[in-house]
T-cell receptor, first 114, second 113 residues
């Protein structure tokens, strides 16, 4: 059983640029969620994908968008990067229909915006 | 939406002592309460969870209690060890609506040898 993998692990961008982060979900999981974790804070929910559609979104602007592919992998896209977008972006997979919906996190992609 | 508050933000204990971390939540629809441990530079990892139909759950040195009426839940770690040092996050989720985890702000636990 493979775990959740994310790429890239680290990246540096400048204000105004765009970034794409990638996530492969754990085997057998059909749901992917993305969280933003700023330094010293808890993860904040960005959105969730199930059956290739967004089925839940947190308080993030539209410049945060995503995709889920038929193999359940996912992308997070952020346009017009701002300094405050600097954070650890965590992908988590789960199985919709499990009794708990336990999330399994990847190691994250650390984004620095200069 | 859901709001989860967590206290304390930092906690230092001597090895062998107990540690208690407390969280409160606002949404009465929340029914799943996991606790995650995050070591420096690592992913959050689930250490224990509880559903709202249970008041207490224990796994070796770790236990979680839930008071639905008061909307608070707590993590108890007994016989702490240096490897317990990490940041701990509580979270809450409902089975309806957004179905996303809402996390607390975290507690940095330092176990002194």
């Amino acid at each position: 059983e493979t775990g959740v993998t994310q790429s890239p692990t680290h990246l540096i961008k400048t204000r105004g640029q765009q970034v794409t982060l990638r996530c492969s979900s754990q085997s057998g999981h059909n749901t992917v969620s993305w969280y933003q974790q700023a330094l010293g804070q808890g993860p904040q929910f960005i959105f969730q994908y199930y059956r290739e559609e967004e089925n839940g979104r947190g308080n993030f602007p539209p410049r945060f968008s995503g995709l889920q592919f038929p193999n359940y992998s996912s992308e997070l896209n952020v346009n017009a990067l701002e300094l405050d977008d600097s954070a650890l972006y965590l992908c988590a997979s789960s199985y919709m229909g499990s009794s708990t919906g336990e999330l399994f996190f990847g190691e994250g992609s650390r984004l620095t915006v200069l | 939406g859901e709001n989860v508050e967590q206290h304390p933000s930092t906690l230092s204990v001597q090895e062998g002592d107990s540690a208690v971390i407390k969280c409160t939540y606002s949404d009465s629809a929340s029914n799943y309460f996991p606790w995650y441990k995050q070591e420096l530079g690592k992913r959050p990892q689930l250490i224990i969870d509880i559903r709202s139909n249970v008041g207490e759950k224990k796994d070796q040195r770790i236990a979680v209690t839930l008071n639905k009426t008061a909307k608070h839940f707590s993590l108890h770690i007994t016989e702490t060890q240096p490897e317990d040092s990490a940041v701990y996050f509580c979270a809450a989720k409902a089975d309806t609506g957004r179905r996303a985890l809402t996390f607390g702000s975290g507690t940095r636990l330092q176990v002194q040898p």
